[in-house]
């Protein structure tokens, strides 16, 4: 699976613009991915903030991800209003049947495609060798650009769900000193 994504990335906008990442519960279909990016790019274009125009960027990824830019440093306002862009998507949500929301749903690369995995299975699939220190994440919590970057698609080991890895191979010493 390519997962060079950098290149669609405006370089002009600030490595400090906020960022937003929505993932959806399943994969958009190539009719709905095309539609999504209409809107988007109408949004984006209309996007303002406290009454002034946002420089902004969205765009779909992978079939999967939502992805929103704002640059504050573009027009100086702080505090950014984010109602517009979370309309938008509850928007999406609903027109296309989708959940944009769940922080509990997790997306992996796995075997070249993109898999979601619910974070009440992360010990089991940890356990059967389906996630691994080096299985690529997407680390859906970035809040910037140059986090999107370098921070969005990591080995699970380079993330926050590292703990668990660690926590899963304790559980798993015990046992075996157990025997």
């Known amino acids: 699976m390519n997962i060079d994504f950098q290149g669609l990335i405006p370089q002009d906008f600030n490595d400090n613009s906020h960022v937003w990442v929505y993932q959806s ?55 950014f209003n984010a109602d517009d862009s979370i309309r938008l998507i509850k928007n999406i949500e609903q027109d296309y049947k989708v959940e944009l929301f769940d922080r509990l749903m997790l997306a992996f690369i796995i075997q070249e495609r993109i898999q979601l995995l619910p974070l009440a299975e992360l010990n089991l699939s940890i356990e059967k060798d389906l996630v691994t220190p080096d299985t690529l994440y997407f680390n859906n919590t970035i809040l910037t650009k140059r986090q999107l970057l370098n921070k969005w698609i990591i080995p699970v080991k380079e993330s926050w769900l590292s703990i668990r890895l660690l926590e899963n191979k304790t559980i798993e010493l015990s046992h075996e000193s157990r025997n």
């Open 25 to 79: 519960n399943r994969s958009f279909t190539i009719q709905e991915a095309i539609e999504i990016e209409i809107l988007l790019h109408n949004f984006t274009k209309k996007w303002t903030s406290n009454g002034i125009a946002v420089k902004g960027y969205a765009n779909l990824f992978f079939g999967h991800f939502i992805i929103l830019i704002a640059d504050e440093s573009a027009t100086g306002i702080r505090g």
